[in-house]
C-alpha cells in the first residue's frame, strides 16, 4: 500500500506568534491576519485538489485539538465549500508543550533562565523546560499519529509539530528541522518521501 499523501497546514497567525510568545498549549485565538491566512490556505487546497482531480469531499480532515487550529480548519473548509464542522481532533497533532515558558519571548526566557536557553541553542530537539516536552516526544507522538493514518488526509497542526513529522518521516534531521520556519497560509504537502510546500 503506498504511502498515505499529508496535505499539512499549520495554523494562522494569533497575537502571541505576532508578539514572539510561545503559545505551546495555550489556546490564543487567530488574529485577522491568521483568519486570512487560513482562507489563503484553503484557497491553496482547493487550487491543489482542482490540478490534482482529487474529490474533496473524499478526504478526511483532522486538526489539532487547540482553537487556533480548529478555527484554520473551519475556514479551510469554508474556502473549499465543505461543511465547516465535518472534521475530526486528534490530540497527538497539538503544539509542542513549552511548560514553564509558554506565554515567554525568546529574550524573557533567555533573561529568566540563561543556562537552559544557552542549553536550548545546542540542544533544542532533547531538552524541555519544566513542565514541557521535548521535541522527540512529539516526534514520537507524530509517528505514531502518521502510522495510525489510512489514507491521503487533510491536517491542521503547529509549527512545531511539523518540524517533528519532517524528522519522523527522514526529510529533515533534528538539527534542520529545529529553527525550520513554517509558513502560515501555506500548505505542505508530504508525499513519496518528499515535502513540497505551496503558497
Not at 17 to 46: C, F, M, P, S, Y
Amino acid at each position: 500500500m503506498p504511502a498515505p499523501v499529508i496535505y499539512y497546514i499549520r495554523h494562522g497567525e494569533t497575537s502571541w506568534n505576532a508578539e514572539g510568545r510561545l503559545q505551546g498549549t495555550q489556546d490564543i485565538a487567530l488574529n485577522d491576519l491568521g483568519r486570512r491566512q487560513a482562507a489563503h490556505a484553503g484557497n491553496v487546497l482547493a487550487n491543489l485538489f482542482a490540478r490534482e482531480g482529487r474529490d474533496k469531499s473524499a478526504l478526511p480532515f483532522v486538526a489539532s485539538p487547540l482553537g487556533r487550529a480548529r478555527a484554520t480548519m473551519e475556514l479551510v473548509l469554508g474556502a473549499l465549500r465543505l461543511p465547516s464542522d465535518e472534521y475530526a481532533l486528534d490530540d497527538r497533532l497539538r503544539e509542542i508543550g513549552y511548560g514553564v515558558w509558554e506565554g515567554s519571548t525568546l529574550a524573557e526566557m533567555q533573561a529568566a533562565d540563561p543556562v537552559l536557553y544557552a542549553k536550548r541553542l545546542t540542544a533544542k530537539w532533547t531538552m524541555a523546560p519544566q513542565g514541557g516536552e521535548t521535541y522527540s516526544e512529539v516526534q514520537a507522538r507524530m509517528r505514531d499519529w502518521y502510522d495510525s493514518v489510512k489514507g491521503d488526509t487533510v491536517a491542521v497542526a503547529h509549527g512545531g509539530t511539523a518540524r517533528a513529522l519532517m524528522v519522523a518521516l527522514g526529510i529533515e534531521t533534528p538539527q534542520s528541522a529545529a529553527d525550520l520556519l513554517i509558513e502560515q497560509g501555506a500548505v505542505y504537502v508530504f508525499r513519496d518521501g518528499g515535502l513540497r510546500k505551496y503558497s
